[in-house]
């Protein structure tokens, strides 16, 4: 295995952004195509930048942010945070205790490992479902968790998630929403309600998912708890900077359905000229994907399928310019390779361009997926 | 007590916050006197927006940052992080075992809350010296803290700082220096040299304290400690956000010595006008202050040390436009008023009328000081 721990992903995503760096200088940004669904954005005037300083920006930030972002979440208060791994770790530092359970469901696992994570940082017990008849809550439970649209993108049954707060809420438990991307995806493409609508007391999104916005994390919710939870980020640092508050006003307020809706379209499309070369391309909302897994089956090699989806993420990469995941991602996120149609720069892309662009890398990949040395070389150079 | 907890902290900075809005909805920005000293800025052309998306701008701004950032603090290798408390919470988290003990060396005590605080969260003993005759290294310590400069700009003795690191070392234990402000206050004011340069393994400091830079932590140190730190901070989304690296990186580049140089010329120019009114101020580097203690010695009241700083801070606030940090800081942060001379706004202020605002705010107090009804009323409304 190359990619063996967090050390090995964090190399592997400094070899891929100092690539990124070189494309943009020999080249220039137009030959980058960012698919990662990922890439937000920084939307902001000159005059709302003269408003970015430490004590003063917050104050007429916040406020705005206070108006757009319970408009995009419900819920009577909102709190910009760092990631939404930072958000995950302040609600938990605030709302559970040592030695009790933290109960998890989603739609399919593994779980995004900021949760677990955060759990085993203060020695809570930490249970995770993503079957519902298998769905229970134990004694001294502090928090029930839903995610709403997986880091693949896979959308939780709207009926089996009120199910879910209906039982938390029989036990007057908490109940938190990681609704990363699905905030968006969930409510446009899937028509589903809001979060806080179908009875959460706490959600969470990403404001560079499906959206113009900043990497970072929007919470909104129950007063007292948001209160609670703003504590423990203001302590340890958790909380978003008003550079990121500013562009999640402007990225709230320039999102609209559309790109999703036109997203939808064009994965169909591409879905439809992926699948007659290979069996196991799956889709989601917006996205065509292959996980490691199928990956692995699709080339019949014995190589650690994460270590697959790596070398063909660096290859999509250096030879076509398009920016997926693996390559660039944080330690421990999904190795899905995902092609987001919603990105700003999918729409820059032919279609048949594209196709032709991944069944290449694949075919690049299938030479040389048996030889450890040069996938090696590919992940980490 | 009136603010008794950290929901009260917060409570009062959302209401100074809404205040400092409403006065440049008002009046505009050029009614408003930042003499935190962390009002850094956010410098930042429309070429630099271009670059913030989410996985193309760090590849470009982080390579830079690394060459103007080793410039400023010395080391092998770079670590922007969201707040300096989360750069803490993501080296203990790192480098401390639990159970072992993390010793901190200061000038003068309190420390920063965000020290022991990371300490308890992991289940490590937390000792802390502000006298080296008493200073010692326990077994089984993971890791030495040194603060270069407290929260209200006390600087470490250079010798004394040399020493705790010999010790330190002596025992292969690490030394990591939170020079939030010291990395500069030291240097320039001081003369002393880096802390890396002095022999620490680690160093932090804040990148909107006396310089033009926006709230963030800066790291730098030894590349094998920083990765492992570096883990962390990504796993629980302790990082800067490409905005914030950006702005840390014109804010070095346009970071001059002059500012601290003339603050500290202004400053005791102020000084030797206030203190024939109040002989309990104090002055550090580039500031005048007066302790939440001396406050209260000063008006001879039974009311609580910190409530009459809060609202002496919220007064000054109200009545001049003058920011000091204890209305609008984090929980915990130091309630002494402090007056920085070397902030921007510093120099769009007459030293005169400074001192008669500042007289007039304390003749203000004064009149209420018993009244807990009243300083409830100007602290929360």
């Not at 989603?106 to 993503?130: Q, T």
């Not at 079957?131 to 928090?143: A, G, V």
């Not at 919470?219 to 909380?239: P, R, W």
Request: aromatic residues 6%; contains cysteine; hydrophobic residues 40%.
């Amino acid at each position: 295995m190359i990619v063996n721990n967090s050390l090995d992903e964090i190399k592997k995503r400094e070899n891929a952004l100092s690539f990124i760096s070189k494309i943009i200088e020999d080249n220039g940004r137009n030959f980058l195509y960012d698919l990662t669904g990922l890439s937000g954005g920084f939307i902001a005037s000159n005059e709302d930048l003269n408003l970015l300083e430490t004590y003063i920006g917050p104050a007429v930030i916040e406020q705005e942010l206070q108006s757009v972002g319970l408009e995009h979440l419900g819920g009577q208060k909102v709190l910009p945070v760092n990631r939404t791994s930072s958000g995950i770790l302040a609600t938990i530092l605030a709302l559970v205790e040592k030695d009790s359970y933290v109960v998890h469901f989603l739609s399919k696992l593994p779980a995004h490992p900021s949760i677990p994570r955060s759990c085993n940082l203060i020695n809570a017990n930490y249970l995770e479902f993503d079957n519902f008849d298998e769905f229970y809550i134990p004694e001294n439970t502090s928090l029930v968790i839903i995610t709403g649209s997986t880091m693949d993108h896979q959308v939780i049954d709207e009926t089996i998630f009120k199910k879910v707060i209906q039982h938390a809420h029989s036990r007057d438990i908490p109940v938190f929403v990681d609704d990363a991307s699905g905030a968006r995806v969930r409510t446009v493409i899937y028509n589903q309600p809001k979060a806080i609508d179908l009875g959460a007391d706490l959600v969470i999104t990403s404001t560079d998912k499906l959206m113009p916005g900043p990497r970072g994390g929007l919470m909104s919710g129950d007063e007292d708890l948001i209160n609670k939870i703003k504590v423990k980020a203001n302590q340890f640092g958790l909380e978003a900077q008003s550079p990121t508050c500013l562009a999640m006003v402007n990225g709230l307020k320039n999102f609209t359905e559309d790109n999703l809706k036109n997203g939808f379209l064009r994965k169909e499309e591409l879905f439809n000229l992926l699948k007659d070369d290979f069996i196991l391309f799956e889709e989601s909302s917006t996205s065509v994907m292959i996980s490691p897994e199928n990956l692995k089956k699709q080339l019949k090699v014995n190589s650690s399928s994460k270590d697959l989806a790596y070398a063909l993420s660096m290859i999509l990469l250096k030879d076509s310019g398009i920016i997926t995941i693996p390559a660039v991602s944080m330690p421990s996120a999904s190795a899905t390779i995902r092609f987001d149609l919603s990105a700003n720069d999918a729409f820059n892309l032919d279609l048949k361009d594209l196709h032709k662009n991944i069944v290449s890398a694949i075919s690049k990949l299938s030479k040389i997926a048996n030889d450890e040395d040069r996938l090696k070389e590919i992940i980490f150079n």
